[in-house]
Structure formats: structure tokens, C-alpha cells
């Protein structure tokens, strides 16, 4: 059977007698530091079959969980010392004769691998080598946390699904379309010679998943869309979306910069960085402590981190919990009145993760805030975001390409 690769996505609605023959399942596999989270998806329905994680890797008491479609959960704490070892309980769930729903690791098509930082490099979805390998590995010192367990997972993956093609699908390549105007900042250029200092952008594809997704819904092709995305969860990004293409978005060289996020500050004067160091004689991990784990909602709220417990808080009349709300929300604001300069007609202001999709004080404070800048033809919309289900798709894709140029 000879697929068309562009419209793959559609092809089970027009024909949907193709679903009988048609058996294709993609591991997603989302790497983080001490836990490894997986998803295992059928392509003729793009919906999983199973799922599990291993968390607190490396650390005492390591948990197991996983569910496949129709079987017994697992949940048990386990003894696992690092990711290789996580991927083996996978493998082993997956293939567990009562609770699992593999026969053989041969059964999966593709591992779709979530990589946080592609840097310049990757501009799309790839087929894993070695010199992705190396890629990946350079661009583990721009994402120390991040770039390192997607490898460990990776190379695991190698060895226990061998022979199934392994696809690296980067939070940064959807970002790659930035003019340089875009993404440069206002540091000496030797800087960006030197060390890559220029914005990257994150959460790429939850920004492109919600792109296509808001077309759909407008029921317009995506390629004539101004789209302004907001994914506010623990992290938040927004972007600007011309045509399916970022063409500006808030966070920089690290998820560091732009939102007010859960424990994250978002843009700050950066003479500040200086100030507080020799104010409060911090060492580097303190400064970095301090901006990313105790700053955002949490650190203007002094109460949680959690969307939920400021806005109970605030109904309560709180006022460090109104205060976070409503720099959170001006903030946003700020990012949307900037991106619709940099669209001009912006067709849709689409809002996703945790807080875009649960919460609608915020959307509504940005909807009010908003009035009368965007044209009256833009729409305000809600999707679920699913990365997971894109990097099975670009997984799907890439592995079929494969097959085809064999
Ligand atoms: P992550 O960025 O870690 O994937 P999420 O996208 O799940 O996180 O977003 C987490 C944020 O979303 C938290 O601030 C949480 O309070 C908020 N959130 C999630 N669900 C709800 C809900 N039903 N009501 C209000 N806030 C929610």
C-alpha cells in the first residue's frame, strides 16, 4: 500500500476500510530527569493503547506505573538506579503476559523521543544516528537538565528495541522559522558566535499541535492563518503563528524568559541578576534556585505554585494572590498586544495547557484586557494541547519515509 506522507493524517477519515489492514504502533517516549513518561500509540486510530512512567529515578523508592487498553493497572514501587534501567521496565510492562500488549519489541514501528534542545541544527523532526546523537549531545550544555535523559532514553532505546527506527522530535525546531530579528538579542554579536546566545523558544510542539488544531476548528487552511499561541501551564510560552510558522515567541535561550510562570520569573531586568548576587552574596545555583523554583506565582504569591490554590486564594480576597494573578494575566496581555503588532490581523488567540484550557478567569481577564485592539473577526479559542500524539505523527512520518526510500 503506497501512502500519501502530506495527507497521512486525514487518510483513515476518507477511507476509513484502510483502518482494518493498517496495524502501525509508535512508542512516545518523554525523558525527563528522574522519570521517564511513554505513551504507546495506535496510528489507525491516533489514540494510545498504553501508557505508564517510572518516576524518581535514581532515587529511593522509584515508582512504576502502567495501564494498557482493557488490562490490569500496575503501580509498584520498583529499584531503579538510572534510564537504561527504566527503559528495560518498560520493555518489560509492555511485554508482561497478563497486563501488557506486546508480544515483541518488533511489534513497534518507531520510538518518537521528546529532545528538549535541537539548538540551530534541527529545524525538524529526525531519524536518530550518530550525528544526531552528537548533536543532541552538543546542545546538552545549553539544556543541561534536559538534553542528557533524553540521550540516556535514546541509547536505551537502541539497545532494547533493536532495529526499530528511534526519531528525535525537538521542543526548539518549531521555533527555527524566527527571522533573525526575531531571535537575536541585543548582546554583542560575537556572543552569539561564540556561544549560541540567541532566543531559541520552547514548548514547539505544543505551539504547532494547537496551530493546526485551531485551523481545524476555523475550519481554514493553516497556511492563511494568524494565529497568537498561549501555552500557560507550569511553564507558559506564547507565540506568534504566521501561516503555521513561529515567527516570534517568549520564551529565550533558556525557558527562563518571557511569562510569569508556576515557580518560573519570566522577563526581568537582567542588571538585577548582578544587584541580588552581591546583595545577597548568592552563589550561581542560588541566583538560578531563586528564578526559576521560587520566583512566578509561587514567589509573588507566597502560597503555591498551582493555579488552582491562587485562585481560591484570591477569591478568598489574598492580596499577594490577586497580585499574581494580575501580573500573570498582564502579562500575557503584554505578549499578546506585541505579537499582534508583529501579525498585524490576528485571526484567533489560542489558549492551551493547565491554565489555558482549565481556567477561564484568566482567558477572560486577557478577552477584557484585549478589548478593541484585535480586529472583531478574532476568535478566542480553547484547545487541549497533545504532544505526545504529534510526535507520534512526525515519529509515523519520518519512519515511513524511511521505508520509502529503502
Ligand atoms: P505542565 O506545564 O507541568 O505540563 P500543566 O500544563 O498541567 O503543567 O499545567 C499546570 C497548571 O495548570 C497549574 O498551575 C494548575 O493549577 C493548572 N491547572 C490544571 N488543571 C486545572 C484546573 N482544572 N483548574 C485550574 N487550574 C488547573
Redesign the pocket.
Known amino acids: 500500500m503506497v501512502f500519501d506522507l502530506e495527507s497521512f493524517g486525514g487518510v483513515f477519515e476518507k477511507r476509513p476500510d484502510l483502518k482494518v489492514i493498517f496495524v502501525m504502533l509508535i512508542l512516545v517516549i518523554n525523558c525527563g530527569s528522574s522519570s521517564i513518561k511513554y505513551e504507546l500509540f495506535d496510528m489507525a486510530k491516533e489514540k494510545p493503547v498504553a501508557r505508564g512512567s517510572v518516576t524518581r529515578i535514581g532515587e529511593m523508592g522509584s515508582s512504576l506505573v502502567f495501564e494498557a487498553e482493557n488490562k490490569d493497572r500496575i503501580d509498584r514501587k520498583v529499584v531503579c538506579p538510572g534510564h537504561h534501567r527504566a527503559v528495560e521496565f518498560m520493555r518489560d510492562v509492555l511485554m508482561d503476559p497478563d497486563a501488557g500488549i506486546l508480544k515483541d519489541v518488533s511489534e513497534v514501528s518507531g520510538v518518537g523521543h521528546r529532545v528538549v534542545h535541537g539548538g540551530e541544527e534541527f529545524t525538524s523532526s529526525i531519524l536518530v544516528d550518530g550525528e544526531v546523537i552528537d548533536g543532541i549531545r552538543r546542545f546538552s550544555e545549553l539544556a543541561p537538565l534536559h538534553n542528557p535523559p533524553a540521550l540516556e532514553g535514546i541509547r536505551g532505546c537502541e539497545q532494547i528495541f533493536k532495529n526499530v527506527p528511534q526519531v528525535a522530535v525537538f521542543d526548539t525546531a518549531f521555533h527555527q522559522t524566527m527571522p533573525r530579528k526575531a531571535f537575536f538579542y541585543g548582546l554583542p554579536y560575537e556572543l552569539y558566535e561564540k556561544y549560541g546566545l540567541r532566543k531559541y523558544g520552547f514548548h514547539g510542539t505544543s505551539h504547532r499541535y494547537v496551530a493546526g488544531k485551531a485551523a481545524e476548528i476555523l475550519g481554514r487552511s493553516l497556511s492563511e492563518l494568524n494565529l497568537i499561541t498561549a501555552h500557560l ?3 507558559c510560552s506564547m507565540a506568534a503563528v504566521r501561516g503555521g510558522k513561529s515567527v516570534d515567541t517568549s520564551m529565550g535561550f533558556t525557558p527562563l524568559e518571557g511569562l510569569v510562570m ?1 515557580t518560573r520569573c519570566g522577563d526581568i531586568d537582567p542588571a538585577v541578576v548582578a544587584y541580588l548576587m552581591s546583595k545577597e552574596m548568592l552563589g550561581d545555583g542560588e541566583l538560578s534556585e531563586i528564578l526559576n523554583k521560587r520566583s512566578g506565582l509561587l514567589g509573588l504569591s507566597g502560597i503555591s ?4 490554590d491562587i ?1 481560591d486564594a484570591r477569591r478568598r480576597g489574598e492580596q499577594r494572590a490577586v497580585l499574581a494573578f494580575d501580573v500573570f494575566v498582564h502579562r500575557v496581555v503584554k505578549y499578546a498586544g506585541a505579537y499582534s503588532a508583529v501579525l498585524k490581523n490576528v485571526d484567533a488567540i489560542v489558549f492551551t ?3 489555558g484550557e ?2 477561564p478567569e484568566v482567558r477572560d481577564s486577557v478577552e477584557e484586557s484585549l478589548a478593541g485592539l484585535l480586529g472583531k473577526e478574532a476568535r478566542f479559542l480553547t484547545v487541549q494541547t497533545d504532544e505526545e500524539l504529534l510526535i507520534a505523527r512526525d515519529t509515523c512520518k519520518v519512519v515511513l519515509e524511511k521505508q520509502k526510500t529503502k
Do not use: A, P, Y
Open positions: 501551564g507550569n511553564g508556576g505554585n498551582d493555579m488552582r485562585l495547557g493547565g491554565i482549565n481556567v
